[in-house]
Nanobody, 123 residues
Framework: VQLQASGGGLAQAGGSLRLSCVVS????????MGWFRQAPGKEREFVSA????????LYSDSVKDRFTISRENAKNTVYLQMNSLKPEDTAVYYC?????????????????WGQGTLVTVSS
C-alpha cells in the first residue's frame, strides 16, 4: 500500500491550503485515516482523523475550528482543508491509514504512512 500526499506549499498567514492523500489500492473496507505533522526540531504530532464512514472526526486542539478532514472512499482519498493558517502550522504533513475502522490520535494505531508534504506559512 502506498500513500501519496499532495497540496502542500507556501501560504501566507490567514490563508488556506487543501491537502490530498491518495491510497494506491483499496484498503480493507473499514479503515480509518489520519493526518499528522512534524515541524522542524519537533516530534510528530496528531492533527486530525476520520473514521471509515466519515461520520466521526477528531481534531487536535491546535487546529480545531480551522481545519476540516474529509474523505471520498470511491477515490481512496482523504483531504485536509486548512483555513486561517498560522506560522506555527508550518510542518511536513503526513497521511496515514489506521489499523482499524476508527481514526485516532495515536500514531501507533496506524499501519501505513505517506511520504509527507511540506506546508510553509509565512507571517
Amino acid at each position: 500500500v502506498q500513500l501519496q500526499a499532495s497540496g502542500g506549499g507556501l501560504a501566507q498567514a490567514g490563508g488556506s491550503l487543501r491537502l490530498s492523500c491518495v491510497v494506491s489500492r483499496r484498503t480493507s473496507s473499514n479503515n480509518g485515516m489520519g493526518w499528522f505533522r512534524q515541524a522542524p526540531g519537533k516530534e510528530r504530532e496528531f492533527v486530525s482523523a476520520i473514521n471509515w464512514r466519515g461520520g466521526g472526526t477528531l481534531y487536535s486542539d491546535s487546529v480545531k475550528d480551522r481545519f476540516t478532514i474529509s474523505r471520498e472512499n470511491a477515490k481512496n482519498t482523504v483531504y485536509l482543508q486548512m483555513n486561517s493558517l498560522k506560522p506555527e502550522d508550518t510542518a511536513v504533513y503526513y497521511c496515514a491509514v489506521a489499523r482499524g475502522s476508527v481514526g485516532s490520535s495515536a500514531a501507533e494505531s496506524y499501519q501505513y504512512w505517506g511520504q509527507g508534504t511540506l506546508v510553509t506559512v509565512s507571517s
